[in-house]
């Protein structure tokens, strides 16, 4: 994961270690060589700049000129930092309601129906619930027999209705269902398109309006980078979202999306896909997150 960049902020790092003493010109470079860094990563050039400003800030206001072992000290604060723009502390979702609604918004091959099927598993299996996944992608059939295949494998209930292709109608009959068979919890999966458009965001804002969910999560596709955030962007102006989901990861991802995403936004990672089986979910830990990038 992010090995690119992993190994370009060791090398930024490379110039301090070991000395005793270091100058502020080796700082300057350094913050260079970080902003270098996180630019071919993808991060957006405002979010990048502003980044090292605070590390160097912080660097001066912590005397790091001075103090006895300069590089530790300026490694630390780089990861706080990179913990803080990532998100600070770790959230969860909100599981108060009866049933708690969930609602899945992105566009189409984000990974939304592998996600709701991994956190149905997730909520099964950690947090004793009994969810039920609701397919509301009305134009692709494939995504309905999807939905069934996962609901199979980790052995939830899926409510689905072929004959009934309004989504707004469907997802409401699927919190009906929930409350019938005694679900505590529904995941609704809804249709995503290639690219953000008008009907889209219509559909998705009509089910958001009429279910009233107690959580709406943004599911992306890690590997598109910027675009990746410029879609949260669209996707949190219709919807203000509750948290965002970061899919395939385990891919070969430059780790723009992830380092960028809560700043843009200002809404939570929730949760980290790193694969195609229904275990490969993570819940996002920023602070481990950052250990891992900084290796
Ligand atoms: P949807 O159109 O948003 O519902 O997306 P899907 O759930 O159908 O996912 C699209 C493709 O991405 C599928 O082939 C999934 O197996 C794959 N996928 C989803 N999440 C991950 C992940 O975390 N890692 C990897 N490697 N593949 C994933």
Redesign the pocket.
Known sequence: MFDNLSDKLDKAFHVLKGRGQITEINVAETMKEIRRALLDADVNFKIAKEFTNRVKEKALGQDVLSSIKPGQLLTKIVRDELAELMGGEAAGVDLSGQPSVILMS??????????SGKLARYLKTKKSKKPLLVACDVYRPA?ID?LHVVGDQIGVEVYSDRENNDPVTLAQAGVAKAKELGCNVVII?TA?RLAVDETMMTEISSIHKAVQPNETLF?VDSMTGQDAVNTAKAFNDVLDFDGVIL?????DTRGGAAISIKSVVNKPIKFI????KME?LDVFYPERMADRILG
């Open positions: 992105g566009l189409q091959g984000s990974g939304k129906t592998t996600f995504a999807q999966d995503g599911v899919t395939k990861l385990d891919g896909g790193t694969g195609e490969a």
